[in-house]
């Protein structure tokens, strides 16, 4: 099992004047400590489970570009980026510029978003959620098809690219993995299963449903199961290390591959090294 590290909270201590410091040694422990991935949210205002929408929040894709420059091996991604947000040609872009500079770790984390409140407030588009879900769909085809080796036109339901080309493509082999945000059962975990190599899930009761959801997707549409790598989101706190271990190998149990989230005091690094240290390679083997 391995674990990944979701940075939410950018009003620190030190202001909007200390944060790229104090960010960079954030992303240096975390990867020194064992953490495999990476990820900051795909928001434009604080959200309610972290703060107030006027707390500090960084743009996704600079975020992830300016940790490419201060790392070395642990994956990127935002989990997860709204969809209309960004137009997916473009996305597709981000994409594999982050992939290239950061020599093959980005990856595309995914979803049909949710925060009405932030995209109203910027002007971003937010139609409805049937149209959401046409455009996650649009939008992750026009990524594997701009990954691949067909330039050609496409043209879908709300998306038309007359010429779908993406150079330089991604170093990442066969294209940088797509994860799916959310457990949605009868749109999102299908989603997963055709088109995703991860899916996101919560580490709640629900969970053994959700993943028996997701391989009856597998099965209908023809794709292994075991291909997926099965993430759950998780809050680490590192004042009990034991428990986390406990937490984790009934996770492992349960078939989850990798556990991601946020890290109780991260700013003051400490717990970084306790989770690396205690809990890293207490579930390497799971």
């Not at 703060?51 to 570009?65: K, Q, S």
């Not at 078939?255 to 890293?280: M, N, Q």
């Amino acid at each position: 099992m391995e674990l990944g590290l979701h940075v939410t909270d950018f009003t620190i201590p030190a202001g909007p004047a200390g944060l790229a410091d104090e960010l960079t040694r954030i992303a240096v422990v975390a990867e020194e400590a064992g953490f495999s991935r990476l990820s900051v949210m795909d928001h434009v205002f604080q959200i309610e489970a972290y703060g107030p929408p006027h707390h500090a929040m960084l743009e996704a894709y600079t975020a992830l570009g300016f940790l490419a420059a201060r790392t070395e091996r642990v994956q990127l991604l935002a989990w997860v980026t709204a969809v209309s947000y960004r137009e997916p040609g473009l996305l597709a872009k981000i994409v594999s510029t982050l992939d290239v500079l950061s020599r093959g770790r980005a990856m595309l984390g995914i979803g049909a978003g949710w925060n009405e409140e932030e995209a109203r407030g910027l002007g971003l588009p937010f139609p409805s959620t049937r149209q959401r879900f046409e455009r996650l769909e649009e939008a992750l085809q026009i990524c594997l098809q701009m990954w691949g080796a067909d330039d050609g036109p496409y043209d879908g339901t709300h998306y038309t690219l007359q010429r779908t080309l993406d150079s330089p493509k991604p170093l990442s082999r066969p294209h940088p993995p797509i994860l799916i945000g959310g457990s949605g059962e009868r749109k999102t975990l299908r989603l997963v299963a055709k088109y995703a190599q991860a899916c996101n899930l919560f580490s709640g009761p629900e969970l053994p449903h959700k993943l028996d959801v997701l391989k009856r997707w597998c099965d209908e549409v023809g794709r292994d199961y075991d291909d997926i790598e099965k993430t759950a989101m998780y809050r680490f706190d590192a004042r009990d290390p034991e428990g986390i271990v406990e937490d984790l190998r009934r996770l492992g149990r349960l078939g989850i591959d990798h556990v991601h989230g946020v890290v109780e005091d991260v700013w003051a690094v400490e717990p970084l090294r306790i989770i690396g240290s205690r809990v890293v390679p207490a579930v390497a083997t799971l």
